[in-house]
């Protein structure tokens, strides 16, 4: 690889999640697209932007959960 990574794109596209939280589609590269879940109590304590960023970041890492999809939850930020 040894590139550098690319952030994720949020398309705008959202909904209720579910589990709880709400669901984004970000695309990953041209044409290439994940789920992003993001926590509502993630986005109280942090902020959307902020919780966007770090699922980008946890993209990047390869931290998926089995089904594909981005999880931000708030224990994602550290203390």
């Known amino acids: 690889m040894g590139g550098a990574a690319v952030p994720l794109r949020f398309t705008g596209t959202e909904t209720n ?4 939280g ?5 695309e990953s590269g041209p044409g290439a ?8 109590e993630a986005i109280q304590d942090f902020g959307l932007s902020r919780a966007m960023t770090v699922a980008s970041d946890k993209f990047d890492r390869g931290e998926l959960e089995p089904n594909g999809i981005v999880s931000v939850r708030t224990s994602d930020f550290g203390a």
Do not use: E, N, Q, T
């Open 17 to 20: 999640h579910p589990d709880g």
């Open 22 to 26: 709400v669901a984004f589609r970000a």
């Open 33 to 40: 697209f994940v789920v992003v879940r993001i926590s509502d």
